[in-house]
């Protein structure tokens, strides 16, 4: 595969051509903190020593990331889930109606860091 | 154009039409080979709505929100094309320019503002309603020369301006010259053209909390500093009006503000702090009374006053504040003397407004100096015989 080298903080790397800029630093062992790509972010926090909180914690695990809502529309293009409402009160949610074309391929639990897309009886 | 204003929209609606019976909007206008038309679109109407890429995207059909904008309007705008987008008011202004030359125009206002400016001049003020001045004028000419002053006899307090994401400026501000960069550097804005003159009845920190909490519900919610920086200021707002304050609200406050400033995707979270950072700016010393003192100096924090009958001023018991309390907390001890029960109280101040003139026995209170509980006198009753 065709090579293209490019510069990340000063070092000169190597990388398969049209690959990410994260991709080429992550062959290269340049470390870029990934929250949306990461599985435990409450992990990679301590790590960067973020361990309490200042603020009230939110009563929900989900970080309104919005990988389900994308990943259902734009890679499944099945567009069954959206984000309803606006600012404090935005959820990821099920388009109504929708339920048949979902719950099928369950792609988008274990894209979920907090575990909070899961199957509901109904 | 917001759905939620039939009125303008009627109106521009025709003024469409009009201009089209005349030949002045359409296909080979007055037969000088140039087309142009104009079409309303209609929004469903959201605060965010009116930020430049939300606005694009509602027009496209999609969801108001705001894109990144490392690429110009200019260059990629609407429907990926090179797009000319201005308010309403900037464009109201070319005809004139037009007509009567930019010197014409530039020969009104200040250095880095020109021309005129519309303001809503609302609040406690004797002349509401929308007002043009020159750019540059000062804030005491448009509130006490245009806008008739104070009414009743109050103190004015400060004006706010710029809508809901602009900020406070106090009365040591008012021969502030009104441009552009002179709001700016005081902490507010010119924004939507927003005027609205409080007096001292107003409490800064619930004004605060009103405009966090109105900007928190409109946030799009697609950015995380806006988003939960908007989310913790209300939590530490509502704490501190409710009399939960605790020292290090107003750092954290601040702390939370510059971050929004400086991560947030779109205007409405970078200006969104204006109304908690100019109050704090101009006012620290109402923060610290409601934090330290429990106490809310304007008589405005529910949680924080308190209602009482002042016996000796309530000479005819007449009644009026019984009539006026919702929730039935005033009560008759005996025919001459009437008593507010704290416990069912919810402190919206109706017995206050109601009490007459001539009697003003109803006293606004510090809540911790209220009698707690209300010792209601047991009615000596005689025991038949």
Redesign the interface.
């Known amino acids: 595969m065709e090579q293209v080298t490019l510069e990340i903080n000063g070092k000169s790397v190597q990388a398969p051509k049209g690959s990410t800029i994260l991709q080429a630093a992550t062959l290269s062992g340049i470390k870029i903190p990934t929250l949306c790509l990461w599985p435990a972010w409450q992990q990679y926090a301590g790590e960067y020593g973020v361990t309490k909180s ?3 914690p939110a009563m929900t695990d989900c970080s ?1 990331c919005g990988l389900c809502v994308r990943y259902c529309a734009e890679v499944k293009k099945d567009n069954a889930l959206y ?1 309803k ?6 959820k990821p949610e099920l388009i109504d109606g929708s339920h048949d074309q979902c719950g099928q391929c369950r792609e988008c639990f274990a894209l979920c860091s907090g575990g909070w897309v899961v199957a509901s009886r109904s | 154009m917001r759905q939620e204003y039939p009125l303008a929209r009627k109106h521009t609606q025709r003024a469409i039409e009009q201009a089209r019976e005349y030949g002045l909007l359409g296909r080979d206008i007055l037969g000088s080979g140039f087309s142009f038309d104009v079409k309303i679109h209609r929004g469903a109407g ?1 605060f ?1 709505s009116g930020e430049s890429t939300a606005l694009m995207n509602a027009i496209e059909g999609h ?1 108001g929100e705001p894109r990144p904008k490392y690429v110009h309007t200019s260059e990629k705008g609407l429907w990926g094309k090179p797009t000319c987008l201005n308010n309403v008011e900037t464009w109201a202004n070319v005809p004139f320019i037009v007509n009567r030359g930019a010197d014409w125009f530039r020969a009104m206002g200040t250095r880095g503002s020109k021309g005129t400016k519309i303001f809503s001049l609302v609040g406690r003020v004797k002349n509401t309603g929308l007002v043009e001045v020159p750019m540059g004028m000062t804030l005491r000419d448009i509130v006490f020369k245009v806008g008739g002053g104070v009414p009743k006899g109050r103190r004015f307090k400060a004006v706010q301006t710029g809508g809901p994401s602009g900020g406070v400026l106090p009365d040591s501000l008012l021969d502030l010259p009104v441009d552009f960069d002179k709001l700016d550097e005081a902490g507010s804005m010119m924004g939507s053209g927003g005027m609205i003159v409080m007096d001292e009845d107003t409490c800064m920190v619930d004004t605060a909390r009103y405009y966090v909490n109105f ?8 950015c ?1 500093p806006c ?1 939960e920086g ?3 200021m ?2 530490i707002l509502d704490r501190i009006t409710a009399g939960e304050g605790k020292e290090g609200d107003v750092e ?1 406050l601040e702390e939370l503000s510059e971050f929004m400033e400086m991560a947030s995707l779109c205007a409405l979270g970078k200006t969104a702090p204006n109304p908690v950072r100019s109050t704090i700016r101009y006012f620290r010393d109402e923060y610290e009374a409601h934090i330290r003192e429990k106490r809310c100096p304007a008589g405005v924090c529910a949680a924080l006053i308190a209602y009482e009958i002042d016996q000796e001023k309530c000479t005819s018991a007449c009644g009026a504040c019984v009539r006026a309390c919702a929730v039935d907390a005033i009560q008759k001890v005996d025919a001459h003397t009437l008593t507010i029960v704290q416990e069912k109280c919810i402190k919206c101040g109706a017995c206050y407004t109601a009490c007459p003139d001539k009697f003003r026995a109803v006293l606004k209170l510090p809540a911790a100096s209220a009698p707690r509980p209300t010792p209601i006198p047991q009615l000596q009753i005689e025991p038949r015989v």
């Open positions: 200042r603020f009230r309104l984000f409402g606006r600012g404090i009160d935005r | 959201a965010v969801v900007l928190a519900h409109e946030s799009c919610g697609k995380v988003r908007l989310r913790q209300l939590r954290l």
